[in-house]
């Protein structure tokens, strides 16, 4: 009885409509993103592996709390900074290292996202943003088979 009136409050609830989680949205192994407030469009890579997200960034100096850096030149190289969050250890088969993480905005498809990102240099691969799970976990699905498939499309997106 009590899995009856339970059932039949959330059909109510939802309007007549069975309440659903919030969809998913399905995007490729590689999207263009928009790094906001920059305005700034570059190719990411979609890892499912990576627990957390990952920007390239040059000429990395930390102040205090704050994080200062250029993207690569070919993506702007204006003078960045942001307060640090927290710190990622990093190891590896030839390293072991700390990176600064920071928070930044986001428009991956249509999703405005605020997300924690580590800073590193990523000039030895091809894309200058690695998209973990921190970020896909609540809000997407990829897609193996697909790249390029949901281009940024947030709400006041900056002119390109």
Not at 80 to 92: N, T
Not at 135 to 147: A, G, H, P, Q
């Given at each position: 009885m009590k899995t009856v009136v339970f059932f039949t409050l959330l059909f109510f609830l939802g309007g007549g409509q069975p309440l659903m989680a919030q969809e998913k949205i399905t995007i490729g192994l590689v999207e263009e993103i928009i790094l906001l407030p920059w305005g700034v469009r570059i190719p990411a890579r979609i890892d499912t592996g990576a627990a957390v997200s990952s920007l390239d960034v040059r000429g990395l100096t930390v102040k205090g709390k704050i994080a200062e850096f250029k993207l690569p030149a070919k993506?702007?190289?204006s003078l960045?900074?942001?307060?640090?969050?927290?710190?990622?250890?990093?190891?590896?088969a030839e390293s072991r290292e700390r990176r600064p993480i920071v928070e930044i905005d986001l428009c991956v498809g249509p999703k405005k996202l605020r997300a924690r990102v580590n800073l590193n240099d990523r000039s030895q691969v091809q894309y200058p943003f690695l998209l973990g799970r921190n970020?896909?976990?609540?809000?997407?699905?990829?897609?193996?088979?697909?790249?390029y498939c949901n281009p940024p499309s947030c709400?006041?997106?900056?002119q390109k």
């Open positions: 993506y702007g190289s960045i900074s942001v307060p640090i969050v927290g710190w990622q250890k990093v190891r590896s970020i896909l976990k609540e809000n997407f699905v990829v897609d193996c088979m697909k790249e709400p006041d997106l900056p």
